[in-house]
C-alpha cells in the first residue's frame, strides 16, 4: 500500500523539521516537500499533487484559511489538516467552513496527532476535544451570528469561549498579556490573539468600553 503523500506548510522551519521527524518511522505517512508560506503551498500542490495538506493558520503571503479554500475550489480530493496554535472559535469555524477535514492544535500529543492523519487519510474528519464542543455549538446546534443582529446579554456571555471567559476576569483584574500569558502557561502571542477575539465578539474596541460591557452584563 502507498503511503499517504504529505505537503507541510508553516512558517517555521522548526516546526516543520518537528513534523517530518515524528513521521519518519511511520511508514504510512511520506512527506514529500515543504512550503513556508501559502502561495507557495499552492504552487507545490499543483505541481505534486499530494494527497493530504499539514497547514499553519498564520502564515505570510497568504494564511492557512486562504489556502484551505482555494484547496477545496481547485484541488478538491486533497485532504486538508490546520494544525494551529490557536483554540480560536472564529479561526475553528472559518477553517470549517473553508473545507478543512481537521483541525488540530500544537500542542496535542504524537498520538492523537497520527490518530488524526489516520482518519483523515482514510477519507474521515478529525477535531481535537476542545474544537469538538465548538462544532456543537456552531454547526450541529445550528447557532448562528450575524453581525446586523444585536445580541441579548445572556447570548453575548454565550459566544465566549471558556478560554476568553478567562482571559476576561484576567483583564478585568488589570492583567496586561504578559501576565495572562503566564497565568494561563500560554504564549504571549495566544494570549493577544484571545484579547483581540474576545473584543471583536463583545464589539469593543479598548479597555473602557470592554469594562463598560462587563458591568452591563453583571461580569462585574
Do not use: W
Not at 105 to 124: P, V
Amino acid at each position: 500500500m502507498n503511503p499517504t503523500r504529505i505537503v507541510l506548510a508553516d512558517d517555521h522551519e522548526l516546526v516543520r523539521d518537528g513534523i517530518k521527524s515524528l513521521l519518519e518511522n511511520e511508514a504510512e505517512f511520506k512527506v514529500i516537500a515543504e512550503a513556508s508560506d501559502g502561495k507557495e503551498a499552492l504552487k507545490i500542490i499543483a505541481a505534486d499533487q499530494p494527497d493530504l495538506l499539514i497547514v499553519d493558520i498564520r502564515m505570510p503571503q497568504m494564511n492557512g484559511i486562504e489556502v484551505v479554500k482555494n484547496l477545496t475550489r481547485d484541488f478538491p480530493n486533497v485532504k486538508k489538516l490546520v494544525l494551529s496554535m490557536h483554540d480560536s472559535e472564529e479561526y475553528v469555524v472559518e477553517s470549517i467552513e473553508s473545507g478543512a477535514d481537521g483541525y488540530l492544535l500544537k500542542g496535542s500529543s504524537k498520538a492523537e496527532f497520527l490518530k488524526a492523519l489516520h482518519s483523515i487519510a482514510a477519507g474521515g474528519k478529525y477535531f481535537s476535544g476542545d474544537i469538538s464542543t465548538i462544532i456543537i455549538d456552531n454547526f450541529v446546534n445550528g447557532r448562528t451570528k450575524s453581525p446586523s443582529k444585536s445580541l441579548s446579554s445572556t447570548e453575548e456571555i454565550s459566544i465566549l469561549t471558556n478560554r476568553e471567559k478567562q482571559i476576561l476576569e484576567l483583564i478585568l483584574d488589570g492583567k496586561g498579556n504578559n501576565d495572562i500569558a503566564e497565568a494561563l502557561k500560554i504564549s504571549k502571542r495566544t494570549a493577544e490573539v484571545h484579547r483581540f477575539n474576545l473584543m471583536k465578539k463583545l464589539n469593543v474596541k479598548n479597555l473602557v468600553e470592554l469594562t463598560q460591557k462587563s458591568k452591563e452584563l453583571n461580569l462585574i
